[in-house]
């Protein structure tokens, strides 16, 4: 039986320079750094305390371009405090918006990759 989503893939052409953001800027955590094979490696980091992770993968190695890979959307417990956090580390955010079902912001990640960040009204 499924149970949880496990993990969503992002393709990176560098993957020390993904690392490097994920680790360093978001404050992940790196769940596996392994490698598979002369071209690429098992990378798969997470929000601290999350359930689900990402791995980064190579693109070259798996014949894809970098940037393919899936939209990701994290939930934060304060968009602006996490806007504010981010730019002091470097990265590049959205403004905060805020809208009926929630408040979110987006950041700039290596690749064209770009993540969103929310949080949901309290009822």
């Known amino acids: ?14 993957q020390a320079a993904a690392l490097e953001f994920y680790r360093d800027v978001l404050g992940f955590d790196v769940v596996m750094d392994a490698e598979m ?8 980091v997470k929000p601290s305390g999350a359930q689900t992770s990402i791995v980064l993968a190579s693109a070259e190695g798996f014949g894809r371009r970098p940037g393919d890979g899936a939209f990701l959307t994290f939930a934060a417990d304060d968009v602006a405090a996490t806007v504010e956090q981010l730019r002091a580390r470097g990265a590049r ?4 918006i805020r809208e009926p079902w929630g408040t979110y912001a987006t950041v700039d990640a290596p690749d064209g990759h770009k993540l ?8």
Do not use: G, K
């Open 116 to 123: 969103q960040f929310n949080e949901r009204p309290q009822n």
């Open 93 to 96: 955010t959205s403004d905060v």
């Open 37 to 44: 094979d002369e071209a690429s490696r098992w990378l798969e």
């Open 1 to 14: 039986m499924i149970t949880s989503v496990a993990s969503a893939i992002l393709y990176v052409s560098d």
